[in-house]
């Protein structure tokens, strides 16, 4: 099993950062990718980004040039840092790992954490 916890999210006036971190712990030589997602009040979950173990990462074209997402193996974290945060980016993110490189199934989710972006 695989135990992720995010930490970081706040809120934030629109034109400001946020950095989230994903701390995994438990079986970790199980993971190869990593990602964030987010889902607002009545809208669907969505992916935001990704980032394969050897690999490029992926972004959603509403953040691309915005958030940037890393990974530090010694650390067994994942970060996601939010630039030029936009009301719209208001929403719980959520952790998550898959087993696979390709990631069309997520096996772990972390437990959430709040992002809101004011006016």
């Known amino acids: 099993q695989v135990q992720l916890v995010e930490s970081g999210g706040g809120l934030v006036q629109a034109g400001g950062s946020l950095r989230l971190s994903c701390a995994a712990s438990?079986?970790?030589?199980?993971?190869?990718?990593m990602g964030w997602f987010r889902q607002a009040p009545g809208k669907q979950r969505e992916l935001v980004a990704s980032?394969?173990?050897?690999?490029?990462?992926n972004y959603a074209d509403a953040v691309k040039g915005r958030f940037t997402i890393s990974r530090d193996t010694d650390k067994n974290t994942v970060y996601l840092q939010m630039n030029s945060l936009k009301p719209e980016d208001t929403a719980v993110y959520s952790c998550?790992?898959?087993?696979?490189?390709?990631?069309?199934?997520?096996?772990?989710w972390g437990q959430g954490t709040q992002v809101t972006v004011s006016s």
């Open positions: 438990g079986s970790i030589f199980s993971i190869n990718t």
């Open positions: 998550a790992a898959s087993r696979s490189p390709v990631a069309t199934m997520w096996h772990y």
């Open positions: 980032i394969p173990r050897d690999g490029a990462p």
